[in-house]
């Protein structure tokens, strides 16, 4: 089976597209509106992009003449952003925060979170995630979505300030990612959690790449 996207149809019944880039991390984005209205919402285009310094982005859909996403107008007009690590035990809370509701939402509310304040970020952060990145907004790069009369808004961020619960940090001093269970999205209505993971080094490696695959901050 093969297709040309846009130009012919595809010959399933639900597009492989989303289903092959697996898995993908969530973006659990808050925000608040420059009227002091919190926001948290879902985005499952999500990535790091650098380490040093390090930076990272989010994408968000909308249609011709439709209301832009919160998080994205909220990150431009107040110059953050704030991403909470999605966990499985959050799974409810995370799909909830996916709603569609009017600017006049906060969704902490909307989902049962706890808000917990940021340091440099004027948006709050979800208290029972484990891990969060205050986030300084820096561009939005708006892409067209062709003929489906869809654009889709890419927001670029650096990370200024990384949180990370004491008790899934491993004596090492490693995240302790079994423990954490991080959600991922997959295709579909589909979600996967991470529960186990294994080690690969690349066989005779410099020591230098061997720190920077690793993550070494020192």
Same mark, same amino acid.
Not at 150 to 161: A, K, L, N, P, S
């Given at each position: 089976?093969?297709?040309?996207?846009?130009?012919?149809?595809?010959?399933?019944?639900?597009?492989?597209?989303?289903?092959?880039?697996?898995?993908?991390?969530?973006?659990?984005?808050?925000?608040?509106?420059?009227?002091?209205?919190?926001?948290?919402?879902?985005?499952?285009?999500?990535?790091?992009?650098?380490?040093? %310094?390090?930076?990272?982005? *989010?994408? =968000?859909?909308?249609? #011709?003449? !439709?209301?832009?996403? $919160?998080?994205?107008?909220?990150?431009?007009?107040?110059?953050?952003?704030?991403?909470?690590?999605?966990?499985?035990?959050?799974?409810?809370?995370?799909?909830?925060?996916?709603?569609?509701?009017? %600017?006049?939402?906060?969704? *902490?509310? =909307?989902?049962?979170? #706890?808000? !917990?304040?940021?340091? $440099?970020?004027?948006?709050?952060?979800?208290?029972?995630?484990?891990?969060?990145?205050?986030?300084?907004?820096?561009?939005?790069?708006?892409?067209?979505?062709?003929?489906?009369?869809?654009?889709?808004?890419?927001?670029?961020?650096?990370?200024?300030?990384?949180?990370?619960?004491?008790?899934?940090?491993?004596?090492?001093?490693?995240?302790?990612?079994?423990?954490?269970?991080?959600?991922?999205?997959?295709?579909?209505?589909?979600?996967?959690?991470?529960?186990?993971?294994?080690?690969?080094?690349?066989?005779?490696?410099?020591?230098?790449?061997?720190?920077?695959?690793?993550?070494?901050?020192?």
């Amino acid at each position: 089976m093969h297709y040309a996207p846009g130009q012919e149809p595809c010959p399933l019944p639900f597009s492989p597209f989303k289903a092959c880039t697996i898995p993908r991390p969530i973006g659990w984005i808050s925000t608040t509106s420059r009227n002091g209205v919190d926001n948290l919402a879902p985005f499952s285009q999500w990535q790091n992009l650098n380490f040093n %310094p390090p930076m990272v982005m *989010f994408a =968000a859909n909308h249609r #011709t003449g !439709a209301r832009r996403k $919160d998080s994205v107008v909220n990150a431009e007009e107040t110059g953050w952003f704030v991403w909470n690590m999605a966990t499985y035990d959050l799974r409810e809370a995370v799909n909830i925060s996916g709603m569609d509701t009017g %600017p006049e939402v906060d969704e *902490f509310v =909307a989902a049962g979170v #706890t808000k !917990a304040a940021s340091i $440099d970020a004027n948006a709050p952060r979800v208290a029972e995630s484990p891990a969060h990145f205050e986030c300084r907004y820096l561009s939005t790069h708006r892409l067209s979505g062709g003929d489906r009369d869809t654009w889709v808004d890419v927001v670029y961020g650096e990370v200024v300030r990384i949180h990370v619960n004491d008790e899934v940090i491993s004596p090492e001093g490693k995240l302790m990612v079994p423990k954490i269970k991080p959600l991922a999205r997959m295709g579909y209505y589909d979600y996967a959690v991470i529960e186990n993971t294994f080690e690969m080094r690349i066989p005779g490696a410099p020591s230098s790449l061997q720190a920077g695959m690793e993550g070494r901050s020192t």
